[in-house]
């Protein structure tokens, strides 16, 4: 089973600020890695997949990169509707379809 | 609209059963994988299970042998069987909908569609 760590657990940041998510696999799953965004007392939303395509309906100011085991989601100027828990997870070596633990985005 | 919209949640006794299902809108179950994923209150996303479109069936070790996942094509609707429910099984059951993209010349897989949750509480 690939697990997948997420880093930082939790991120405090103002609005306008840069922001870099990061999220290592314990073996490589190629680009097949997955961004959710969840917003408290919501579902999961589709934010990004295979590794760096938006999905439909996301802004630009997020984005995706890595490939391998070494993945990044950046939101280039956080709004305060960002404000949430970011998900990665594998689609490459499934089932188990496995998601990291989570990045929580905090207002400073 | 693609739509999923969960149900059958409720509070129930370790050992006990439930059956959760996840009705679709706006596509046909048979033409798409489906999965179930849980959250644990206060805790992450753990995949539960997923039926293909064929109907090959797949579950996560912890639910293994006493969840069943299965779906009435006529009705458009999926299920999650539920048995010898424990502690650890509370928690916000979701199902989702694996898309397919193309981008780039490559398929590549994701949970596009997802429903508002149904919510279990295994508790004596």
């Known amino acids: 089973e690939i697990v997948l760590t997420q880093s930082p657990a939790t991120l405090s940041v103002s609005p306008g600020e840069r922001v870099t998510l990061s999220c290592r696999a314990s073996q490589s799953v190629s680009s097949n890695l997955v961004w959710y965004q969840q917003r408290p007392g919501q579902a999961p939303r589709l934010l990004i997949y295979g590794a760096s395509t938006r999905a439909t309906g996301i802004p630009p100011r997020f984005s995706g990169s890595g490939s391998g085991t070494d993945f990044t989601l950046t939101i280039s100027s956080l709004q305060s509707e960002d404000f949430a828990v970011y998900y990665c997870?594998?689609?490459?070596?499934?089932?188990?379809?496995?998601f990291g633990g989570g990045t929580k985005v905090e207002i400073k | 609209e693609e739509q999923l919209v969960e149900s059958g949640g409720g509070l129930v006794q370790p050992g006990g059963s439930l059956r959760l299902s996840c009705a679709a809108s706006?596509?046909?179950?048979?033409?798409?994988?489906v999965t179930w994923v849980r959250q644990a209150p206060g805790k992450g996303l753990e995949w539960v299970s997923v039926i293909y479109s064929h109907g090959d069936t797949y579950y996560a070790d912890s639910v293994k042998g006493r969840f069943t996942i299965s779906r009435d094509n006529s009705k458009n609707i999926l299920y999650l069987q539920m048995n010898s429910l424990r502690d650890d099984d509370t928690a916000v059951y979701y199902c989702?909908?694996?898309?397919?993209?193309?981008?780039?010349?490559?398929?590549?897989?994701?949970?596009?569609?997802w429903g508002q949750g149904t919510t279990v509480t295994v508790s004596s």
């Open positions: 997870q594998q689609f490459h070596n499934w089932p188990p379809l496995t």
């Open positions: 989702a909908r694996v898309g397919l993209g193309l981008p780039r010349g490559i398929y590549w897989f994701y949970m596009d569609v």
């Open positions: 706006g596509f046909p179950v048979t033409s798409n994988y």
